[in-house]
C-alpha cells in the first residue's frame, strides 16, 4: 500500500474578504505590507501568487509570504513550505520545505503537520523516520485531514512506525473512506474481504469497494468484478 503524497496547493486568500477587512486597494495593500503588517503580507503574497490584482509574479509571492511567515502567519508558513517543495518562485529545497512546515505543524496546521508527516516518511529533507511520521499523522488526522487518516491506516496495517495493529488500520481506513478517499474505500473494502481487523463481511466489502470503483480508482474496479463474479 502506498501513502499518499504531500500537500501541494498553496493557501488562496479570499480577496473580498480581504479588502473588506483592510478597506484597501492593492496599492494600499502593498503599502500596508510595506509597514509590516503580517496580513497584508500575505494577502500581498497571494496576489502575486494567484495573479489577483497584479501580474504573477512567483518570487514576489515568495518574497511576501516570507515577511508573513516570519511573523508567524500560519498560512504564509505553509505557503513558503510548498514553494520551497516544488521550487515556485525560488530554488526548490526540501531542507527550507521542512523547516517551514514544522513552523506551520508546530502552530497547529494540519495540512503542514501531514506534509511533515510525509517528510519523514520518504526521507526528504529530513532523515527518514516512521515513528516521527506517525507522530504527525496522527496529529493531522486527530483534526480529521482525510490524507492523514488514510495514511495512518497503511501504517497499522503495515506495522511502520508502530506495532501492526489490523483493527487500528481498519478504525483510520473508515474515518478516511467516510470522508470519501476512494484508496482507504477500498483498503477498508479488502479488511472486509480478508477479514482483517474487522469480521469478514462480503456485503461491506461490496459495497466499500463499489464507491472506491464509482471514483474511478481502477484497481476497485477490477476487485468488484472479481468479488460480483459468480463462484
Given at each position: 500500500?502506498?501513502?499518499?503524497?504531500?500537500?501541494?496547493?498553496?493557501?488562496?486568500?479570499?480577496?473580498?474578504?480581504?479588502?473588506?477587512?483592510?478597506?484597501?486597494?492593492?496599492?494600499?495593500?502593498?503599502?500596508?505590507?510595506?509597514?509590516?503588517?503580517?496580513?497584508?503580507?500575505?494577502?500581498?503574497?497571494?496576489?502575486?501568487?494567484?495573479?489577483?490584482?497584479?501580474?504573477?509574479?512567483?518570487?514576489?509571492?515568495?518574497?511576501?509570504?516570507?515577511?508573513?511567515?516570519?511573523?508567524?502567519?500560519?498560512?504564509?508558513?505553509?505557503?513558503?513550505?510548498?514553494?520551497?517543495?516544488?521550487?515556485?518562485?525560488?530554488?526548490?529545497?526540501?531542507?527550507?520545505?521542512?523547516?517551514?512546515?514544522?513552523?506551520?505543524?508546530?502552530?497547529?496546521?494540519?495540512?503542514?503537520?501531514?506534509?511533515?508527516?510525509?517528510?519523514?516518511?520518504?526521507?526528504?529533507?529530513?532523515?527518514?523516520?516512521?515513528?516521527?511520521?506517525?507522530?504527525?499523522?496522527?496529529?493531522?488526522?486527530?483534526?480529521?485531514?482525510?490524507?492523514?487518516?488514510?495514511?495512518?491506516?497503511?501504517?497499522?496495517?503495515?506495522?511502520?512506525?508502530v506495532r501492526v495493529d489490523q483493527s487500528l488500520a481498519v478504525k483510520w481506513y473508515r474515518m478516511a473512506a467516510e470522508r470519501g478517499d476512494a484508496d482507504a474505500q477500498y483498503n477498508?473494502?479488502?479488511?472486509?474481504?480478508?477479514?482483517?481487523?474487522?469480521?469478514?463481511?462480503?456485503?461491506?466489502?461490496?459495497?466499500?469497494c463499489r464507491k472506491a470503483a464509482e471514483q474511478g480508482l481502477a484497481v476497485a474496479k477490477e476487485g468488484l468484478r472479481l468479488m460480483c463474479k459468480p463462484a
Open positions: 500500500m502506498v501513502l499518499l503524497a504531500y500537500v501541494q496547493v498553496v493557501r488562496e486568500v479570499n480577496m473580498k474578504k480581504a479588502a473588506k477587512r483592510l478597506s484597501v486597494t492593492i496599492q494600499n495593500l502593498r503599502k500596508a505590507a510595506e509597514q509590516g503588517d503580517a496580513e497584508a503580507q500575505f494577502s500581498l503574497g497571494s496576489c502575486y501568487d494567484e495573479g489577483e490584482g497584479v501580474r504573477v509574479d512567483k518570487s514576489l509571492a515568495v518574497k511576501w509570504y516570507r515577511k508573513a511567515a516570519e511573523q508567524g502567519i500560519v498560512e504564509a508558513q505553509f505557503n513558503l513550505g510548498i514553494c520551497y517543495e516544488i521550487g515556485n518562485g525560488v530554488g526548490k529545497n526540501v531542507v527550507e520545505a521542512v523547516k517551514w512546515y514544522r513552523r506551520a505543524a508546530e502552530q497547529g496546521d494540519a495540512d503542514a503537520q501531514f506534509n511533515l508527516g510525509g517528510c519523514y516518511a520518504t526521507g526528504d529533507g529530513v532523515g527518514r523516520n516512521m515513528v516521527e511520521a506517525v507522530k504527525w499523522y496522527r496529529k493531522a488526522a486527530e483534526q480529521g485531514h482525510t490524507g492523514a487518516l488514510y495514511n495512518l491506516g497503511v501504517c497499522y496495517d503495515e506495522g511502520e512506525g477498508l473494502a479488502a479488511c472486509y474481504h480478508n477479514g482483517e481487523g474487522v469480521r469478514k463481511n462480503s456485503v461491506a466489502a461490496v459495497k466499500w
